[in-house]
């Protein structure tokens, strides 16, 4: 069964440091991996979707990557800003499966302060 | 513009009632799903729907209930069965495999 783990669950960052958000996942098989934005009380805002076969994908200031191998994937998110503040939660796909169910992180809460 | 529309935002339910919560697309996508929040325990699959007229349970489907008569509408229904119903609904929808979800806006149910 499919794990996934984001760590920390909280960050705090002061305005204009980069920002560097972790998720790790049990079984890499063929999975596309997607990292979404939840303000709070909100629904989930798409970021990035990183295909199985692609390693990178970026966006403006946004950067994630995939490891397969080691099982993980990072966002990177450039010269932070108080409208970053945020939980980011990444979700993985078996695109193999019946469904193409996602199977969530519980998540890293992020703070930037001005 | 395409996207997920999800009603009502609010919804309060009394003890033995049962409730259904709307979930419309437009953005003409095959599979369609409900996942619940609750804080601390992240998004959890309720149902799922691959096309029109069939659907699958997820992980934790029991005191739900949903249909799928037209490929835009996705509705849940939380029956008096569900004993702990309060929690934050989201509605999702994707394409093929490989092409991402689309999330709605939710709906924060409340029992009362």
């Known amino acids: 069964k499919q794990e996934v783990t984001q760590i920390p669950a909280a960050l705090s960052v002061p305005e204009g440091e980069n920002l560097v958000l972790n998720c790790s996942f049990t079984?890499?098989?063929?999975?596309?991996l997607q990292w979404f934005r939840q303000d709070p009380g909100k629904g989930l805002t798409s970021l990035l979707l990183?295909?199985?076969?692609?390693r990178e994908q970026t966006s403006g200031r946004l950067n994630a990557s995939l490891d397969k191998s080691s099982g993980r994937s990072t966002l990177y998110i450039a010269a932070s800003q108080p409208g970053d503040s945020a939980t980011y939660l990444c979700?993985?796909?078996?695109?193999?499966?019946?469904?193409?169910?996602?199977?969530f992180g519980g998540g890293t809460r992020v703070l930037v302060k001005p | 513009d395409g996207g997920i529309t999800q009603s009502p935002k609010y919804l309060f339910r009394k003890e033995g009632q049962n409730v259904t919560l709307s979930c419309e697309q437009n953005?003409?996508?095959?599979?369609m799903y409900w996942y619940r929040q609750d804080p601390g325990q992240g998004l959890r699959l309720i149902y799922y729907?691959?096309?029109?007229?069939?659907?699958q349970k997820g992980d934790i489907a029991e005191g739900y209930s949903v249909s799928r008569e037209k490929k835009e509408s996705f509705p849940l229904t939380v029956t008096s069965a569900q004993k702990n119903p309060t929690a934050f609904y989201l509605c999702?929808?994707?394409?093929?495999?490989?092409?991402?979800?689309?999330f709605g806006s939710g709906t924060r149910l409340t029992v009362v």
């Open positions: 999702a929808s994707s394409r093929p495999p490989g092409y991402g979800y689309t």
């Open positions: 079984d890499s098989a063929i999975y596309n």
């Open positions: 990183i295909q199985s076969s692609q």
């Open positions: 979700a993985l796909a078996d695109i193999k499966a019946a469904g193409n169910k996602l199977t």
């Open positions: 953005l003409n996508h095959d599979a």
């Open positions: 729907s691959q096309i029109v007229n069939d659907f």
